[in-house]
């Protein structure tokens, strides 16, 4: 099961930041926060992740709150290409598989 | 989606035909995993093979599914005997062997089952 909660819509104009919020209260202390998303008919893409750090990258940034039971990925300056499901995701660093357990993720909506 | 080819794209079949849905993982991943997407939901683990062997099937269902990543080739998925429930888009990710780094797992396009 996934252990993240994810809004399922969010709406961005475009060319502004678009923050997106997951919330793992239950993470462990060596489970790292990643993101992926799905435009529409694709598969999903690896965006980024943390450990506890802030993260960034040519793709977006992401923000761990100190007692890492929430972040918020954003990307900085949204398009239209930007419009998607992201999916935030929790796991262990090392694991004995890499099979991604995927939530329902957020449906971001990136408005003209 | 770094070199990870799935076809066919779209595959049509009528209930109680066979699908066979290939993935060919980027050059040097040894690990292949498949994914099932159906309509309006989140994407689901199915199974995950190592070259010749099946590391992990408990997302497969029992009955009519099948999968296998030979020596050479590409990766199978095998549905035997369609029903419309099968009807979803079908994902295959591969990874090298350094294990636990997901960013190095990269997803193919998908290939669109639709079971009439």
């Known amino acids: 099961d996934a252990k993240t909660t994810q809004p399922p819509s969010m709406d961005c104009a475009e060319g502004r930041a678009a923050n997106l919020p997951c919330n793992h209260s239950?993470?462990?202390?060596?489970?790292?926060v990643y993101w992926y998303r799905q435009i529409h008919s694709q598969g999903p893409q690896y965006i980024i992740h943390?450990?506890?750090n802030n993260e960034t990258n040519e793709m977006a940034s992401l923000i761990i709150t100190e007692d890492r039971k929430s972040s918020t990925l954003i990307l900085p300056h949204a398009t239209l290409r930007d419009t998607a499901v992201y999916y935030c995701?929790?796991?262990?660093?090392?694991?004995?598989?890499?099979?991604?357990?995927f939530g329902k993720g957020t449906r971001l909506h990136i408005l003209p | 989606n770094a070199g990870v080819m799935q076809n066919p794209r779209h595959l049509v079949r009528r209930r109680g035909q066979e699908a066979r849905l290939r993935c060919s993982p980027v050059?040097?991943?040894?690990?292949v995993y498949w994914y099932r997407q159906l309509p309006e939901e989140g994407l689901k683990f199915m199974v995950y093979?190592?070259?010749?062997?099946?590391?992990?099937e408990s997302g497969m269902p029992k009955e009519r599914f099948s999968a296998e990543f030979p020596k050479e080739g590409p990766s199978i998925l095998r549905i035997q005997q369609v029903v419309r429930g099968d009807s979803a888009a079908y994902f295959c990710?591969?990874?090298?062997?350094?294990?636990?780094?997901?960013?190095?797992?990269?997803f193919g396009p998908g290939t669109r089952l639709l079971v009439l």
């Open positions: 990710a591969s990874s090298p062997l350094d294990r636990g780094r997901l960013e190095t797992q990269y």
């Open positions: 239950t993470i462990s202390g060596n489970e790292y």
């Open positions: 943390g450990l506890k």
């Open positions: 995701i929790v796991r262990v660093a090392i694991y004995r598989d890499d099979k991604i357990i």
């Open positions: 050059k040097g991943h040894s690990h």
């Open positions: 093979l190592q070259k010749e062997n099946i590391i992990d």
